[in-house]
Structure formats: structure tokens, C-alpha cells
């Protein structure tokens, strides 16, 4: 099910807004979300796409993956933690060395590179690895540019909380500080996920007796302070917020709730507001193209749906029918930008062994009206 809205834009003053994590030194505070539709139902295209799959030829137990599209190429770590990366247009293959973390989705744009959990870096051209300066030792990687990994920590003092963003010199090897932010405690700011420094974004939320009410500050590290707030106070949601992704690119946030019927995203695209209900399955978020924000649905016993945004419409193609699910994690999923394939690494009921599978989905975009007709 779909409940749609029209968000409005401006400066709006609100009783309930000085109840909320609204900083006063925010420039700007936009009230997201206001109003509301009756309920759109998804359309289905699965009839007109037919999907197929393919399964990749991998070594051992795939844990984690991730694609370097330029260069069309799969990394993955087994269970024995080997780092290997495979030719998607070749079979073949190359072991990198072993890596002592999960692979992390922190992306070197020069697909050279790969970040693990524990924060050591490893080099694929020169087979080598090392790790991140021992003060970003357990700081938190945000974003890759170029040579350098930008990282957040997290600290307390009287009645604040600290966030301090640093930038790590893959080169140098030297990390540098380049932004202390102070918030206060009752505000409780979190980190938020989809920043491109030098902007990053943290999400507020506060309980109260209506539901959780959230607000989504933007920061600019070069100024070093919280420019601007988008605040949902008309939307207060009725269970734990569990992840906040913002995208400054195509203007998108997505807040994942826990719903009265399952987990439920409020997907806010520049100005159009939608409730994605996931109908008691699981759901999980595909990175993405910014500006197509897609969902895998999953349980035991129905079939994989992918869910897809496309120009405030929403499709659904249902996909690996009859293959029964016993986890999906978002670690397990990559959708190229594109949208020409979709690949995933299930947990599938009575399998040790984890396979990744290939979905073409190219004709997926062509049978929505809005887009391909």
C-alpha cells in the first residue's frame, strides 16, 4: 500500500516545532510533508518484464560484496576471508590477500581500493593493506574522495553531544580534524547515511505522546555548523526510527519506521511524499541511483518484490520466485546506477553456502508509462 502527500516548502512556524531538535543557529527550517492523499496502489510489471537470473561464479561462501561498475568487477570476501575480485564480462578471477572485517559499501571512486569494518584499508594494485591512523581507529567512515576518507565520531561532555568529522590521507597516512560540531544531549542527533562531504546530515527525533517526530539537519563541514533543518513535524511516526538516508543530489530523504503493520518508509522526493508499507515482510533499502530509491520486500514464504520510485510513481516487479528466503541484508544487494542489473546474495532456507545472482532489470523502467513509454 502507498499514502501519498504533497509536501510544502518555506518557513513555517509551528507551537509543536519548539518542542522538536530545531537549532536555533539553522538558517533555514523547512516544513516537509504537510497534507495528505488517500492510499495508490503499486503497480505491478512483472508480467511485462519477465526476469531472469544467472549465478556468478564465485569461490567459497560469499559474506559481503559490492560492484565497481567502471570497471565491471565484483568484489567479495569469503568466509574465509579472502578479498576476491571477479571480471563480469570474463570468468575470471583475482585473490586479493585476506581481510580481517566485513567489507564496508565506503566506495574509492578510483575503484582501486576497499575499506573493512575494522577501518584497514587494501590496496588491489599493489597487494598490500594498512590501517587508518589509530585516532580514526573506531570513528565511523562517512564518505571517499579521491585519496582521502572522511570519518565521524561520536562523544559526550556536560549535557552535549560532540560529533567531530575527520579527513584520513591515504597517501600520507596522516588523519586531520576538520570539523567539531557541539549539539545538545536532549536534542539527540544521530548520524544519518547517504552524505557527500563537504555536506553530511544528521536526523533528530523526539517521543511523544502523538508518535516520533523526526527532523534531518544538513551540515556543511566547511562552515562547520547545521545551514539548514528539515523538520516532519506533520508526520509523527508510530514506532522506532531505524535508519535516515538523505541525498543531496536528487533532494531525497527516506526515514525507515517501525510501522503497526511492519516496517514503513516515509520517502520524501523534493516535494512529494509517499508511505512505502511493506505489508508485515521485510524491507530493506538498494543503494541506488539517487533519483530511482528502490526496496527489496522478502519473507519465508513469498517471493522477493523489488520496489521502485520512478517519478513519484510506484512499481513492483517480483523477482527469484520460489526461492525461499532466510535472510537479506543490504550488504547482500547492489542495483547498478544504471538500473541494467540487479544483484543479490540471499541466505536461502536449508542453504550453507551463500551464491550472488544476476537479475537483468533494464526492461524494468521501460514498462513504467512515466518513463519508458
Known sequence: MLLSNRCQFGLHTYALLSLLAIPSWAETVIQRCAGSEGPTPWTDVTSSVRPTYSILGTIGNVKEFLIWETKN????????????????????STNYGHMGGSLLRIMDPNERRVLDRQNRVYDTVH??????????????????RGDSIYSATTSYDTRKRIFTFSKYDLQSKQSSTICSLSTREEDNYQLASGHKVPQ???????????????????????????????????NPMKGRIRKVTYSQEADTAQIEFEG???????????????????????IVSVNQNPYFPAWLTWNHAANPTLIMSVQQQIYSLKILEGFPIESLLESDIWMTQSIDSLFLSPKLVGRNRKWVYQIPISNFLKQTPRYGN
Not at 597487494?127 to 571517499?144: K, N, T
Not at 517521543?207 to 506533520?234: E, H, M, P, R, W
Not at 503497526?260 to 521485510?282: A, M, R
Open 200 to 234: 553530511v546530515v544528521l536526523y533528530s527525533t523526539q517521543n511523544l505522546a502523538l508518535g516520533t517526530f523526526v527532523s534531518l539537519a544538513k551540515v556543511d563541514l566547511n562552515q562547520c555548523k547545521i545551514t539548514s533543518v528539515y523538520s516532519y513535524a506533520q
Open 260 to 282: 503497526p503493520n511492519g516496517n514503513q518508509i516515509l520517502l520524501d522526493q523534493g516535494g512529494l511524499c509517499s508511505v512505502i508499507d511493506s505489508e508485515n515482510q521485510n
Open 127 to 144: 597487494g598490500e593493506s594498512s590501517a587508518i591512523d589509530a585516532s580514526c581507529a573506531y570513528s565511523q567512515p562517512i564518505d571517499w
Open 73 to 92: 568487477t565484483i568484489i567479495y570476501r569469503t568466509d574465509k576471508n579472502e578479498v576476491i575480485g571477479r571480471d563480469l564480462v570474463y570468468p575470471t
